[in-house]
């Protein structure tokens, strides 16, 4: 029945977010704010992260191709193929869930514990609006974060097959070229668009309905990990199935 | 002037409001003083609207506030200014950027006009080198003020304070009684405070309500209060030996 009510509670307030919208000139400040934020301030681990993930999935495949028969350009294949279609998308986005979801609930949940979001609404701001929706507009950039995951990630897979001794460099460039259909690209960005969105929004709903204290600001971080995490691994099976199943 | 009607208000089973009815005029610091979970606070947030009560009214100067639009009710919260007992100004702008924000989010003056507003408030709350400071590098005390000037800022017709001198020292928390009450007078506001401290009781209490339990017990000035048998607000207001005895010295004195 708890669950219930938290699903309509989320739907309540994402109708409410896109209502009464701020002024166009503090909202546009609040966008760059949390593009900064949000965006730019993850790129860092992304990048990290994504390097080290590709060059692992390459040493991996390489090791496990024992039989001669099969072409060493297919280490190529398999990393390109595992970082597209899912490492970059939904991997990265797990670890955004923790990084940036965190970071949304704990800062929300703040502002209603030290009622600064009940300021907003006795000035007549839509809070919801004002919080919420910024932070939605600068996840629609995320799909650029994984662009760039997306790449570093294959970068890392060529440098630790390559200077790994595993396939020559003519073998990397054909392995990526090898079966390559267009509409993965396709898929894993709208995967990403939506993760971008879950992202932005169940990590606000926990903080902006937190009830308590400090204590509770924590464990409200907390859960909205975990239900982030949930929602985009439930999400990501239900994509694929439709899209490529 | 703040009219309410017999309101109630409950949530689940906890029946916290049971039919409060009082006046609250302009130009007057109105106080509602009680013990913890009398209600207080479930008041004030029905009168700034956050709550909704289930029967009764409250009216803004004549305006019952349950019948207005929702363009008409957010009109109507641009015209309150609250004071919030942790001041809830925003921790990621400056005292001045606090200030500045209710014009910026409701009015369409030029920056300079802005400018001199915030100046201008910042200076009736006497602070006048803070301005490019954050909420986290400034004292309780200067906080309050920002947060008084804050809600004074766009020249409300409401004022509520909810404890506005908790946690201050003695000293801290005169000034900004006398503060909230030269600015009522100044700006011909309603206010409205929830109050622990009878030192304002004392000082500002224009008019006291004083709620128990959920009910109006009692309500009248600050010089009534003295005279009252009530037994539960002189058990409440004069709970210490100071007050004890200030109260027997006043009433010799009348007599």
């Known amino acids: 029945m708890n669950y219930f009510s938290s699903i309509g509670g989320y739907a309540i307030m994402v109708k409410e977010v896109f209502k009464k919208p701020t002024k166009w000139r503090i909202m546009k400040s609040l966008i760059l704010k949390e593009i900064d934020e949000l965006i730019f301030g993850s790129l860092g681990i992304i990048v990290f992260i994504s390097f080290f993930i590709g060059a692992v999935v390459a040493i991996q495949t390489a090791l496990n191709l024992t039989n001669p028969l099969i072409p060493r350009n297919l280490i190529a294949f398999a990393t390109r193929q595992s970082v597209i279609l899912e490492f970059a998308p939904t991997f990265v986005s797990i670890i955004m869930a923790g990084k940036v979801g965190s970071y949304i609930t704990s800062s929300i949940g703040t502002m209603r514990v030290t009622e600064q979001i009940d300021a907003l609404e006795v000035m007549g701001v839509n809070s919801l609006n004002y919080l919420v929706f910024p932070k939605i507009i600068a996840m629609l950039f995320y799909p650029f974060a994984i662009a760039i995951s997306m790449y570093v990630g294959i970068l890392g897979g060529w440098m630790a097959g390559v200077f790994g001794g595993f396939l020559t460099n003519a073998d990397f460039s054909s392995g990526l070229q090898t079966d390559f259909i267009p509409f993965h690209i396709t898929y894993a960005f709208i995967k990403t668009l939506l993760f971008a969105f879950i992202i932005a929004t169940i990590p606000s709903y926990h903080g902006y309905y937190m009830k308590g204290g400090a204590l509770e600001v924590g464990k409200a971080s907390t859960t909205s990990f975990v239900w982030t995490s949930v929602v985009i691994i439930i999400l990501n099976y239900i994509l694929t199935q439709l899209l490529l199943g | ?255």
């Open chain 2, 1 to 255: 002037m703040i009219t309410v009607n017999d309101i109630h208000k409950s949530f689940g089973e906890n029946h916290v409001l049971k039919g409060v009815s009082t006046v609250f005029e302009n130009g007057k610091t109105n106080l509602v003083i009680g013990q913890s979970g009398s209600g207080k606070t479930v008041f004030l947030k029905c009168l700034l609207g956050l709550f909704q009560p289930e029967k009764g009214s409250i009216d803004y100067d004549g305006k019952d506030y349950a019948q207005l639009s929702t363009k008409e009710k957010r009109n109507l919260r641009q015209e309150m200014g609250m004071v919030f007992q942790g001041s809830a100004l925003f921790d990621s702008m400056t005292v001045e950027g606090n200030v500045r924000f209710p014009l910026e989010m409701f009015t369409k003056q030029p920056k300079s006009e802005m400018e001199d507003r915030v100046n201008a408030v910042l200076k009736r709350v006497n602070l006048v080198d803070a301005h490019h400071k954050f909420p986290a590098e400034i004292s309780g005390g200067m906080q309050k003020r920002v947060a008084i000037a804050r809600a004074i800022v766009m020249n409300p017709k409401y004022l509520f304070c909810d404890e506005p001198n908790s946690g201050l020292d003695p000293k801290t928390a005169i000034l900004i009684d006398d503060l909230i009450k030269e600015i009522t007078e100044e700006y011909d506001i309603t206010t409205v405070i929830n109050t622990h401290d009878m030192n304002s009781v004392m000082q500002i209490g224009e008019k006291i309500l004083f709620l128990k339990n959920g009910y109006k017990e009692w309500e009248g000035t600050k010089h009534e209060i003295f005279k009252t048998d009530n037994e539960a607000v002189t058990n409440f207001v004069y709970s210490s030996d100071l007050f004890k005895k200030v109260r027997q010295m006043y009433i010799e004195e009348k007599n």
